[in-house]
């Protein structure tokens, strides 16, 4: 019980820092997975020139790694 008139602290307002933090690590690991989706359309053209590839077998790459990181990211 609060006998001296002083204002209660909103619970709303504790943790702002922490949920912060919290928000801006999550960001950045969204960003970093957004990231590492793209990685092998940006780099496509070099893969398929050093390893002389079709564009039939590019595409089979690019698919098996969608599978792959697919099925990585299950629970």
């Not at 504790?14 to 990231?35: P, Q, T, V």
């Not at 590492?36 to 590839?53: G, T």
């Amino acid at each position: 019980m609060n006998f001296r008139n002083e204002p209660t602290p909103d619970p709303s307002q504790e943790g702002n820092g922490s949920r912060s933090f919290a928000l801006w690590i999550l960001f950045g690991i969204n960003a970093m997975n957004f990231y590492d989706r793209q990685i092998l359309a940006a780099v496509a053209e070099p893969i398929r020139k050093e390893w002389a590839l079709s564009d039939t077998a590019l595409g089979t790459l690019a698919t098996a790694f969608t599978l792959i990181y697919a099925a990585v990211g299950l629970p």
